[in-house]
Each structure stands twice: as structure tokens, then as C-alpha cells.
């Protein structure tokens, strides 16, 4: 066949009524189970592949939701910046982006909800309303959601970006933070640095795996080529900072946070890569110069909403039993503040 099959290739082939085809396909309890398996059978054999989007929209006219032509859904955010705000952040703007994208792509249009104290009953009231059943929850600041969060999961579909612990257990999308922390590891040895040393403050490991990445990247090394990481639990500081490099000695620094670190270095007289060669584990779109990793907030974001489209395609609601977590690794940059030695 030259073409793709479709349900009118399989009802010729099984001898039923397209409509058998398609009520079968969704599992149909008024479709024998006999019956049921051998129209499965012949889709395998043919080759077929549901369309997630045609058959999620499909799933919304039969329930009489919306007309066919699309599928709205609800991204949520509330990352702790003041309203609007999160969009200056590089990497907030860039996951919004991929769900924007690949939303359009697949005819759905999107409802966005980014205040604060939107997470709740205000918002589950919302998605009643407008008809809305699948939600993809974005990046959330811990301090914006101090509980668990209070909707009706058994009404809704929804997938996370980044796992929270105030979410129950629902499928997501999420930047492979150990595997980016042990490319960039890598990356420099590869460049000639021997003593690669981590700083980020504890607090930005919450979800992150930063921390374990490096440890497990570093596990083997002689002594004389490791380096603890600087990664305070309390104050993180210029002063622990100075410490940190006093005694570590360390010749490339891997960091998230460009606001301190960086200014840090030139006040204490280090230059770079003169001194001490520097990278960051999550590089802006607009950064040439840096060496470091490029992280795929934008997949990120897309693959959200194909999960989603999914779950929506198998009427999926609530939480999971089993936890399913996509992890989208990084790209490595080179860039003249870490230079071969």
C-alpha cells in the first residue's frame, strides 16, 4: 500500500462497518471483545496509526464540548516573578514558546492562567466553565503553591513540566539536568580542564539532580582531580564563594547562576579564562561567547503538549499509578571563556 491505511482499509479488511472500526479502536465496550481484537489485529497488520489530534477532537464533538475543529487547553505557570514578568526569563520564555508551537501545530489553541493565586479551586472553576480538559502545568514556584494542589484531577488531563511535590503524580516533560551537568563535565576534561568544580546554591537543586550529575560524573577521578562542590545549604555568598576557590583550586567552574558568579570572579580579580575557565549549564539563545550547554526548553515545552495529546487521545484523567518522566538532555557550546588548554 502506498499510502497510509486508514479505518476504511481495516473495516474491508476485517468485513465490518467503518464505524465498528472506529468504536473498536477506542475500545468500545459495545463492540464484542472478540470482535474488538480482531479489528486490533488487522490495524497491526496493516499498519495503521491513529491520529492523536483528529482523534482527540473527535473524542470532544462525541462528548459534545466543542465543535471538531479544535481543542482548547490551559497552560499554567506561576514561577514566582511578578505577573507577566517570568517572560524575560530565557528559559520560562523559551518552554512557553514550545507549547505555543507545537499547540498550533496540532490545532489546539491555548488559554493561559500565570497569577500567583490562580492554582486552586479558582482555577478548577475555570476549566469547568470554559469546557477546558487538558492542562499543561508549566514551571511553578514552591512558594506559590504551599499545599497540594486542590482540582478535580479525575475530570482532567493533564502533564507536568518539572515534577512538583504538590502535584499528584501526573506524566511530564522535564530538562535532563544530571545528564547536561555531566555533558559539560565532560566537555571540558575533553578541552584539557582536569578539576571541574560545581557552583550553585542547594536551593536550585530542589528538582534538579545538579548535584548528583556532577558526583556521578566526577566518581573514579584521582584526588588530585576532584573537587568538592560549592553548593551551600545556608548563605550563599561572595565570601563562601572566595573560600570555595581558595581551596579548591578549581580550573573550570560549571554554574547556573551568571548574576553572581560571574561578577563575583571580577570583584575577587579573577580573570577569565586567564585564571580559572568558566561554563554555564544553561546557556540564553542570544549568549555566542559562553562556553556551556544550550538547554532544550523549547522541546521541552513541545513534548509537554504531545503528551498531553496523547492522554487527551486515550481520555487519560487524573494522576498515574506508574510516573512517567520525558528528559530532554542538552547541547554543548563552545565559547571563549573556556578555551582548550
Request: proline share 7%; aromatic share 8%.
Amino acid at each position: 500500500m502506498d499510502r497510509a491505511p486508514t479505518i476504511r482499509d481495516i473495516a474491508a479488511a476485517a468485513g465490518v462497518h467503518n464505524a465498528t472500526v472506529s468504536r473498536a479502536l477506542r475500545n468500545d465496550p459495545r463492540i464484542p471483545a472478540a470482535t474488538r481484537e480482531r479489528i486490533a489485529e488487522e490495524a497491526r497488520r496493516l499498519g495503521y496509526r491513529v491520529n492523536p489530534v483528529y482523534a482527540s477532537l473527535m473524542a470532544n464533538v462525541r462528548a459534545g464540548r466543542l465543535a471538531w475543529h479544535s481543542e482548547t487547553i490551559a497552560y499554567v505557570t506561576a514561577p514566582g516573578a511578578p505577573q507577566g514578568d517570568w517572560r524575560k526569563n530565557h528559559a520560562f520564555r523559551e518552554i512557553y514558546q514550545g507549547v505555543c508551537a507545537r499547540a498550533e501545530a496540532l490545532g489546539m489553541t491555548l488559554d493561559v492562567f500565570e497569577e500567583k493565586t490562580i492554582i486552586g479551586p479558582r482555577l478548577d472553576a475555570i476549566l469547568k466553565a470554559r469546557g477546558i480538559r487538558g492542562v499543561v502545568i508549566g514551571m511553578i514556584h514552591p512558594d506559590n503553591v504551599p499545599g497540594p494542589v486542590a482540582l478535580s484531577w479525575s475530570r482532567i488531563t493533564a502533564v507536568q513540566i518539572e515534577p512538583h511535590t504538590h502535584l499528584p503524580m501526573l506524566p511530564g516533560v522535564h530538562n535532563d539536568r544530571a545528564r547536561i551537568v555531566q555533558e559539560a563535565f565532560a566537555r571540558t576534561r575533553e578541552l584539557g580542564y582536569r578539576r571541574a568544580g560545581l557552583a550553585i546554591p542547594a536551593f536550585w537543586d530542589r528538582y534538579g539532580h545538579w548535584l548528583s550529575g556532577y558526583l556521578g560524573a566526577a566518581w573514579g577521578l584521582p584526588k588530585n582531580e576532584t573537587v568538592r562542590p560549592f553548593y551551600p545549604t545556608t548563605t550563599w555568598n561572595r565570601a563562601g564563594f572566595a573560600r570555595w576557590l581558595r581551596q579548591e583550586r578549581p580550573e573550570v567552574i560549571l554554574t547556573l547562576d551568571r548574576a553572581f558568579v560571574w561578577r563575583w570572579l571580577g570583584e575577587l580579580g579573577f580573570r577569565v579564562p586567564g585564571d580559572v575557565a568558566y561554563a554555564e549549564l544553561d546557556l540564553p539563545p542570544d549568549d555566542t561567547a559562553t562556553a556551556g550547554i544550550r538547554q532544550s526548553h523549547q522541546t521541552v515545552g513541545a513534548e509537554a503538549v504531545s503528551l498531553l495529546a496523547s492522554r487527551l487521545y486515550h481520555n487519560d484523567t487524573g494522576p498515574v499509578d506508574r510516573q512517567m518522566m520525558l528528559q530532554i538532555s542538552g547541547q554543548w557550546k563552545n565559547g571563549a571563556t573556556a578555551p582548550p588548554k
